[in-house]
Nanobody, 122 residues
Framework: QVQLVESGGGLVQAGGSLRLSCAASGRTFSSYAMGWFRQAPGKEREFVAAISRNAGSIYYADSMKGRFTISRDNAKNTVYLQMNSLKPEDTAVYYC???????????????WGQGTQVTVSS
């Protein structure tokens, strides 16, 4: 069973930046697409960004385009989410997830991390 461990969350002022990391256990990281999702209090979990196995395909939710960047380092079994120009509405628990194929759909993802809290103050 793979383990996905997110880190890098925290409290930041509006307009600031954070870089989230998600480290995966095991030897098959490069065989999977990776995604980031988030869940704000009282709201459903929503798609943030996704990256294919070799980073050839990348997708973002519309509200994140131009502000967030997803990347991966297969040698380090890690996927990243660089978040810039953060807004209070970006406050949420951010989750990374693994899937056989790159997708924006939550149901495609089989394995999930525990999440990391991001709080953006105004």
């Amino acid at each position: 069973q793979v383990q996905l461990v997110e880190s890098g969350g925290g409290l930041v002022q509006a307009g600031g930046s954070l870089r989230l990391s998600c480290a995966a256990s095991g030897r098959t990281f490069s065989s999977y697409a990776m995604g980031w999702f988030r869940q704000a209090p009282g709201k459903e979990r929503e798609f943030v960004a996704a990256i294919s196995r070799n980073a050839g395909s990348i997708y973002y939710a519309d509200s994140m385009k131009g502000r967030f960047t997803i990347s991966r380092d297969n040698a380090k079994n890690t996927v990243y989410l660089q978040m810039n120009s953060l807004k209070p509405e970006d406050t949420a628990v951010y989750y990374c997830a693994r899937a056989r194929v790159v997708s924006t759909k939550e149901a495609t993802y089989d394995d999930w991390g525990q999440g990391t809290q991001v709080t953006v103050s105004s």
